[in-house]
């Protein structure tokens, strides 16, 4: 899959400085990091410099890892994370600013689960999902479904999305060998849209093509969709904050940026790309 790349504005943008969290073009802001949210940023961008014609914005994906190495690395000005931050990195970020990063909740979303769309089940456990991916459970009819091997697709090392998988569903177990580990989360629905005895995840804004299955907390939880009102009041078990990360408080046209990121245009956007919006 190709890396998410949008440049925005005739602007000529000049590399940032090796060490220097902000960009050497007067005017420019720099995107980097969770392939989870880089639609969402590049819509973001877009709509915000149709008002702000006199700033630059750059976006790309590469994955939550990726962002924040470039963080810390100061060619990035603002880092997308659809996980939080580890304390290691932390350090190595305080190790430079002298200071922790700056964490803004900018977006919800439901990690979700997809299957093809001919999969006759429509809800699973956490506990089965963990005995998925852990490679514990092998075909579907363990699980209810037909006589098909289960073919799991999972997300790159250095994606948010793949951490946040491997803390809350398989309770930092490892992955099976058996996971094949895609580069972004498109890959990973269309992968999922081909295969018919296919199961994935990632974040619900790509559900298109496949079957969203409920997800249910235990095996007597009922099974609980991916939408607004579930990922605000946490009864979905897979409900999860997306985060800007800075080197400092924001300013100047990153403060312009974030602000609108914030406001009831940005939030109005969110909700119309399928992520849900900050209450």
Known sequence: MRRHF??????????????????????TVTVKGSDTMVILGQRWAEEFIKKH?????QVTGGGSGTGIS?????????CEASRTMKEAEKE?????????????????????????????????????????FTGKVQSWKELGGPD???????????????????????????YTPRAQAMPGTA???????????????????????????????????????????????????????LFFYLREQPKNEIKTFVDYVLSKDGQGLASQLGYFPVK
């Open 6 to 27: 949008l440049k925005l504005a005739l602007l000529t943008v000049v590399p940032a400085l090796a060490g220097h969290a902000r960009s050497a073009a007067a005017g």
């Open 53 to 57: 014609k006199e700033t630059s914005v």
């Open 70 to 78: 470039a963080l810390i690395n100061g060619t990035t000005d603002v």
């Open 92 to 132: 190595q970020l305080k190790a430079k600013t002298n200071a922790p990063p700056v964490e803004i909740v900018v977006a919800k979303d439901g990690l979700s689960v997809y299957v093809h769309e001919s999969n006759p089940l429509t809800e699973l456990s956490m506990e089965q999902l963990k005995a998925i």
């Open 148 to 174: 098909a091997k289960i073919i799991p697709y999972s997300r790159e090392n250095s994606s948010g999305t793949y951490v946040f998988f491997k803390e809350h569903v398989l309770a930092n177990a490892d």
């Open 187 to 241: 890959a990973v629905v269309n992968a999922v849209a081909k295969d018919k005895g296919a199961i994935g995840y990632g974040g619900a804004a790509y559900a298109k093509g496949i079957k969203v299955l409920k997800v249910k907390k235990d095996a007597q939880a009922p099974g609980v969709a991916p939408n607004e009102a579930t990922v605000h009041d946490g009864s979905y078990p897979l409900s999860r904050p």
